[in-house]
């Protein structure tokens, strides 16, 4: 079972809908959870991080945490075909200290289709 | 704020040459940062973790011989691939760590081993 897992895609939702995207970790010691979007033949970029049960939104973009069933997921509401990238789901053990490293899923790419 | 620069952006060698990359946060002290390798269509595999001042810690399978790192200062890693080889070629990350709570990552360097 991989650490971090995420369906590969592609994910293809129209321009104007609701992209969700899903995450599931295998670690239950896992405390952190962050979105980044990487766009072909660039490195990542953040988007958002989680670290509370519930939702965060930030803009256009929603996380959901829910440890219990070890699943995370992020919402893009409004999508735009700016949107289209692949986008890596990362957990961290600790909550606080960058120093604790980052195990990354291996992306879902998503297709913001006009 | 939170920019982290990489150089170069882009290198071509011969094989059983040596390559330096250089990862730089601009704009905060990363007391940590760490390195990356990706594959074409791969998620982003951590190869060592860098403390500034310290000996850098290496994933398993990853070669610390080949892949030397030096973190002089809390601003500057250095990550040289020596005597490179085609299966060395590929996208490069550094990520550069303040003491709060995320990474952020650099430009990548893309390497060609011929």
């Known amino acids: 079972q991989k650490e971090v897992e995420q369906n590969s895609g592609p994910l293809s939702v129209p321009e104007g809908a609701i992209a969700s995207l899903n995450c599931t970790y295998s670690?239950?010691?896992?405390?952190?959870f962050f979105w980044y979007r990487q766009y072909s033949g660039k490195s990542p970029e953040l988007i958002m991080f989680i670290y509370s049960n519930g939702d965060k939104e930030d803009g256009r973009f929603t996380a959901q945490l829910n440890k219990a069933s070890q699943y995370v997921s992020l919402l893009i509401r409004d999508s735009q075909p700016s949107d289209s990238a692949t986008y890596l789901c990362a957990v961290r053990r600790g909550i606080t200290g960058g120093g604790n490293k980052l195990t990354f899923g291996t992306g879902t790419q998503l297709k913001v289709e006009l | 704020g939170a920019v982290v620069s990489q150089h170069p952006s882009r290198v071509i060698c011969k094989s059983g040459t040596s390559v330096k990359i250089e990862c730089r946060s601009l704009d905060f002290q990363a007391t940590t940062m760490f390195w990356y390798r990706q594959f074409p269509k791969q998620s982003l595999m951590l190869m060592a973790t860098?403390?500034?001042?310290?000996?850098?810690?290496?994933e398993q399978g990853v070669e610390k011989d080949k892949f030397l790192i030096n973190h002089a200062s809390l601003t500057l890693s250095t990550l040289t691939v020596t005597s490179a080889h085609p299966e060395d070629s590929s996208f490069y990350i550094c990520?550069?760590?303040?003491?709060?709570?995320?990474?952020?990552f650099g430009p990548g360097t893309r390497l060609t081993v011929l």
């Open positions: 860098s403390n500034e001042g310290s000996k850098a810690t290496y």
């Open positions: 670690d239950r010691g896992s405390q952190s």
């Open positions: 990520s550069a760590s303040p003491s709060s709570d995320t990474q952020y």
